[in-house]
Structure formats: C-alpha cells, structure tokens
C-alpha cells in the first residue's frame, strides 16, 4: 500500500483537509497519509500563522489517528520549502518501488505548472486531485503544457497506483466541503465564531495563542 502526501500552508487545518485526507485513504487503497505543513511556500503569500503555530494546530487535529503521520521537514527548513525536494526525500526513505501519491485539491493542481520543477513530481510521486467545491477540474480550462500532462497521465482507474510508483494522474471524490483557511481567518479577524469549520482542539490553539486576530 501507498503512502500519500498532504502538503499545504494549513493555515489553521480545517475539516476540509481531515476529510480530504480520510477519504483519500479510502478511494486510494493508501496505507497513511504523511502531513507537511509548509515551511515558506514559494509560490504564495507569507501565511498569517507562524509555522510553528501551523504545526502545532496541525498535530492537534490529528492527534489519535495512527494513519495520519505528521511531517515537520519544510517548517525545520530555514529556506523555502519546495515540494519537489520533500518528494525526493521521501522517495529516498522509502525506495524506487513505493507507491507515493501526492494529494492536491483542484485549486492547486490548477497552478501545478507554476511549481519548482513541476515535471519532476511525476518521477517522484502519482497526483491525486480532490475536487474543491467552486473550481472546476476541466483539463480544457488548464494550461496547454498542464492539459497535455494529463491527458498523457490520467488514468480513470485508482487501481495504477499500485501497479507504478509515480508517474499517474487520478481524481478522487470528496465530500464537497466549501471551506477556506482565509475564510476562516477573516471570521476570527471579524470577532466571529469559525466554531465547526475546524476541530475544536484547533481553535482552542487558535484562542489560547491569539491567532489571526489583525485584519487578513
Ligand atoms: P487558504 O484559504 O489560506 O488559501 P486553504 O484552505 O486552501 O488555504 P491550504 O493549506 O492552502 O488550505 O490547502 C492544502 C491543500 O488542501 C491544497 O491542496 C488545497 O487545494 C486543499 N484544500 C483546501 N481546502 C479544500 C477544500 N475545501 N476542498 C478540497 N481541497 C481543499
């Protein structure tokens, strides 16, 4: 069984990202989800939460499930962390034969050719695309050189992720949960409750370190 990757600024981790997650382990075949919390994403904005605070907000929600593993390599990182190096590092610790599956929502895949090495991703590791509520996972609407990638890679099938380490594209179904870290951090910035957007151990961690309380 494959490993996945979850990466992403978690900036808080909400339920989104738990059921991504969940439901990855279970549409995938995929024995653990490994949770890398970005260090300092490149090719976005500075989150709002000091990484330490994302990391510590991101081992609260998943605290108790063995099959969540959480990752602190990119936040341990003094320079930008790019995805294609922690790929690298994981297909060193794990060898030529594992299956590794990164999982992206359909926003990020979208401006998956804006990554570092974009193309070496697929050497390293299959993509799986959760849809996100709002954004159409079209190929039409991707970038000619992103559309011809999938059209070479897509497999309609979650069944080749076994049979390869890297190299394929799939889409898995999740439930459609329209919720945003920036949503959630323009409610606490308003003096609103993001109560049940997120696990409570989270914004308990949320309130007790006075996060995201300036305007976003
Ligand atoms: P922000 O609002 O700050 O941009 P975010 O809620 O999109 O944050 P990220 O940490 O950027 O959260 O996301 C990590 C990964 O989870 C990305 O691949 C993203 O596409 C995916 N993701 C986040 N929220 C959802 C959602 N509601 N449905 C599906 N995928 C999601």
Redesign the pocket.
Known sequence: MGTAV??????P?????L??AEEALLALGLAAVRWI??GQPPH?AT??GAAAHRLAMVRAAIAGNPRFILDAAEVERQEPSYTVETLRRLRIETGAEHSIVL???????AALDTWYCWRELFELAHIAV????G?SLDPGRLSPPLAACWRERFAPEARVLEARPAGHIVEFP?T??????????ALIAAGRSPRYLLPESVLDYIQDNGLYRAPC
Do not use: N
């Open positions: 979850l990466g992403g600024t978690f900036d981790v909400h339920y989104a990202h059921r991504l919390p970005a976005r989150p709002k999982l992206v929502g359909a926003d990020a895949f959760a849809q996100r509520p954004v999740t459609p949960l329209a919720i945003s870290a920036t949503q959630i951090r």
